[in-house]
């Protein structure tokens, strides 16, 4: 059980500490207003599309089974 929570709380600190890295690769207070365009480890948008994606068809799926 303690492996379990320790892997769900890594994969959590993974994906915060690569989301403020890019938040502050992309801001320009953090970089200036001359800094170059960095890119981002993730791309956010592709990621939130894809997670649209899978809350839609897991409530499909949720309403199919329960329907039954």
Known sequence: MRTFVGMI????LLVCGVYVYD???????A???VAQANRTIV???VAAADWAKLKTRA???W???SSK
Request: aromatic share 4%; no cysteine; charged share 15%.
């Open 31 to 33: 970089n200036g207003q």
């Open 9 to 12: 709380l890594g994969a959590l």
């Open 63 to 65: 309403v199919k089974i």
């Open 59 to 61: 409530h499909e799926d």
């Open 43 to 45: 791309n956010w948008d």
């Open 23 to 29: 938040s502050m690769q992309t801001s320009s207070v």
